[in-house]
């Protein structure tokens, strides 16, 4: 399951933007998602040192798919946020077939099943 997921992430990357790398591309689908954010609120969200952020950041700027505005609230900081380009390039990746697979199959499951595999996940991660 963590093989498919990583080349899940791969496949997305690479539909985004050609040699977009899988971390980059986490950093950048946490900034469509939830952004505008600042680097500090990314790193603490993604568990990352501020170098590997800072990297990836400066890559997805190049892109095209991320941009900085000053933050209103503190001029020391930028926040983080999704271009037009890379909206629509994300929205195109979760429309396509299949990127909701694991939500389609699990439609069609018991209630009860899905919590029982809720909690053998829990406990296999706590294990």
């Known amino acids: 399951m963590v093989s498919r997921f990583r080349r899940l992430i791969a496949r997305r990357a690479e539909q985004l933007s ?5 971390g980059s591309y986490k ?11 600042t680097a500090s609120m990314l790193a ?7 170098s590997q952020l ?9 892109r095209g798919l991320v941009e900085r505005t000053p933050d209103p609230h ?18 195109k990746i979760q429309a396509s077939p299949g990127q909701h697979s694991l939500r389609a199959t699990l439609g069609g499951w018991d209630v009860e099943d899905i919590h029982r595999l809720s909690a053998l996940l829990h406990a296999l991660n706590e294990g």
Not at 18 to 22: E, F, I, M, R, V
Not at 76 to 82: N, Q, T
């Open 27 to 37: 950093v950048f689908s946490t900034i469509a998602q939830s952004g505008p954010l």
């Open 44 to 50: 603490e969200h993604l568990v990352l040192d501020k």
């Open 18 to 22: 050609p040699g977009l790398l899988p």
């Open 74 to 91: 503190d001029r020391r900081a930028h926040l983080l946020s999704a271009t037009e380009e890379g909206k629509a390039g994300y929205a």
């Open 54 to 62: 800072s990297r990836a950041i400066a890559d997805l700027e190049k």
